[in-house]
């Protein structure tokens, strides 16, 4: 679009530069004495004839200017705001080439002079949002007299005036995102779903490189394949990659790239979709298969010294006619019983929580501990609590960690403990052990022997034990489900249980403190824990 010459009444029409109803728009009507139009060049164009905004500028996508030589814009008209998105005033005054785009000033700064040899120029001009938005810009080769500055007619020519008609509504209802960038890896276009895939306003990245929204652990391997691309019109390169939304959080997007024959148009098409939900079931998988590998692994190295032992004591028995032997067998079998229902459980839990209910801890604690606890032991509750989780799973980490308070902590200075070190308990008395709501989650103690202090960090690794009967899986079972609520458990030197009965001391032995978020920081549908 320009207002040279060629363009006006003396010249075939060009229906870019009339309205709607095929009247030659208002900022390219130039206005004699007598208010009819003119082709004289000189003739100084009325370019505020038309200044109050009609329903035409405002949806314009072109605006008229004079600017000076040094770049001082003397005049802003009407469609200003709605090609810039700011006011007329703003630019009153400025210096147009601030409101360039820095790659772009010197053209821009060539064509407002008084020797340019082109003064059509095609450049990215600030919008309101942040982005830039392109333009050619079209500059008079004669100065207005009213003005002492040249007419600049600058219509926008971002890339989506590029596709036809017809492809227009695939780009606008489609869920992949389209985004056509620069040879200077900058963006052009981008279509209208990235503002449902990433929640931004359509045209507010354009003139940003989108390498800088990528996520800082991928971007030198993105930066890296983009970068091929350019260079290389042969290459067509898929990645996935962590993309910064609107909202400052991340998501996973699946990028196919193919270079673009015709550079008017940009250099790189880029087809991006969301797939943050795959990469969520992909990890799930991966997550799930590690156990199972676990799993397998155990089960074919562990279970052999046991089943060995049946053997032998069932061979003995027969030789021998000693009825110990057979008892020493029967243990063999309880060890392989437990041994096969941790490692079940351990393989079975999921990465996630898909239904969540309300429950009382209370209630779930007194299920647990009649599946788990034991005569010999007291379970008192404190403080109680309300919990959104998964209340199997969170069943099963409170019978794993009864389990393991009952089997090491009871008298008799019991060491058959999964995950404890072993101690000896001095005194007689029955253990109790404590489950309490705190300000940050809930905690499981006792009165037991405790745990060494040089054992603490490691107590929850898969596998570990300090016990020959032990297999190491019972508190891993634990922190996997509590991880699972997106919760944390740790061991604390100390218990300090809140609301406990007046009779009941302080717990000094072990102190298992599960933590999670309070119904106020998450959403109703997600795990939490409210004291």
Same mark, same amino acid.
Request: hydrophobic share 35%; aromatic share 6%.
């Given at each position: ?21 095929g009247r030659?728009?208002?900022?390219h009507?130039?206005s ?28 314009s ?15 802003a ?12 005033d ?13 790659n772009?000033?010197d ?7 008084a ?7 095609t450049h ?17 080769e004669?100065?207005a ?6 007419v ?11 596709? &036809?008609?017809?492809?227009r ?6 869920t ?8 200077d ?11 449902e895939?990433l ?23 993105v930066t ?5 691309? !350019?260079d ?25 790239t193919?270079?673009?024959p015709?550079a008017a ?21 991966t ?6 590998d676990?799993?397998a692994?155990?089960?074919s190295?562990? !279970?052999r @010294? ?11 028995a ?23 229902s ?7 839990q999921?990465?996630?929580?898909d ?54 902590g009871?008298?008799?200075g019991?060491? @058959?403990?999964?995950?404890r ?19 940050e ?18 107590a929850?690794d ?5 016990s020959?009967d ?11 489900v509590v991880?699972?609520?997106?919760w ?6 100390d218990?300090?249980? &809140? ?19 309070? &119904? ?6 997600e ?5």
């Amino acid at each position: 679009m320009t207002l040279r010459p060629s363009d006006r009444s003396s010249a075939p029409r060009d229906d870019s530069l009339h309205d709607d109803d095929g009247r030659p728009s208002d900022e390219h009507r130039h206005s004699t004495a007598d208010g009819g139009s003119s082709s004289d060049p000189t003739a100084g164009p009325d370019l505020d004839a038309a200044a109050p905004a009609t329903a035409a500028d405002r949806g314009s996508d072109r605006f008229v200017a004079a600017v000076a030589v040094d770049g001082e814009v003397l005049f802003a008209g009407p469609s200003v705001p709605a090609v810039l998105g700011v006011e007329r005033d703003a630019l009153l005054g400025d210096n147009l080439l601030e409101h360039v785009h820095p790659n772009d000033r010197d053209p821009v700064s060539d064509a407002l002079s008084a020797v340019a040899a082109d003064r059509t120029v095609t450049h990215r001009l600030r919008h309101a949002s942040g982005g830039y938005v392109w333009v050619e810009s079209v500059v008079d080769e004669e100065l207005a007299p009213e003005f002492g500055g040249r007419v600049v007619t600058a219509r926008r020519v971002d890339v989506d005036r590029a596709f &036809p008609e017809r492809f227009r509504q695939f780009l606008e209802y489609g869920t992949d995102l389209v985004t056509v960038v620069d040879d200077d890896g900058l963006v052009r276009y981008e279509s209208p779903s990235i503002e449902e895939v990433l929640g931004y306003e359509q045209g507010s990245t354009v003139g940003r490189s989108p390498l800088g929204y990528v996520h800082p652990d991928d971007r030198e391997r993105v930066t890296e394949r983009f970068y091929r691309a !350019l260079d290389d019109p042969e290459a067509a390169p898929t990645m996935e990659y962590r993309y910064r939304t609107a909202d400052g959080d991340w998501v996973w997007l699946e990028s196919r790239t193919r270079s673009l024959p015709d550079a008017a148009v940009g250099q790189l098409l880029i087809n991006s979709r969301d797939v943050s939900e795959r990469k969520a079931r992909e990890r799930r998988l991966t997550d799930r298969n590690e156990r199972l590998d676990r799993f397998a692994g155990i089960v074919s190295h562990d !279970l052999r @010294n046991p089943l060995s032992v049946i053997r032998g004591s069932m061979e003995m028995a027969r030789l021998q006619g000693d009825t110990e032997p057979l008892e020493r067998g029967e243990r063999a079998v309880d060890r392989i019983d437990q041994l096969v229902s941790e490692l079940l459980t351990l393989a079975r839990q999921g990465s996630g929580i898909d239904e969540p209910t309300e429950f009382d801890l209370e209630g779930a604690v007194r299920e647990a501990w009649a599946t788990a606890g034991s005569d010999d032991a007291t379970l008192v509750v404190g403080a109680h609590a309300r919990v959104r989780g998964d209340r199997g799973r969170l069943r099963q980490a409170l019978e794993n960690l009864f389990r393991n308070c009952v089997e090491h902590g009871s008298t008799g200075g019991r060491t @058959n403990s999964d995950d404890r070190v072993d101690h000896t308990s001095d005194g007689g008395d029955d253990l109790t052990v404590v489950v309490s709501a705190t300000a940050e989650g809930f905690l499981v103690a006792d009165d037991g022997p405790g745990i060494d202090p040089e054992h603490r960090d490691e107590a929850f690794d898969p596998g570990f034990t300090t016990s020959a009967d032990g297999t190491g899986y019972g508190l891993d079972i634990v922190r996997e489900v509590v991880e699972s609520h997106g919760w944390t458990v740790r061991l604390r030197p100390d218990a300090d249980v &809140p609301a406990l009965p007046p009779a009941v001391p302080q717990p000094d032995g072990a102190c298992f403190v599960v933590e999670a978020p309070g &119904p106020d920081a998450v959403t109703a549908a997600e795990p939490w824990i409210d004291g």
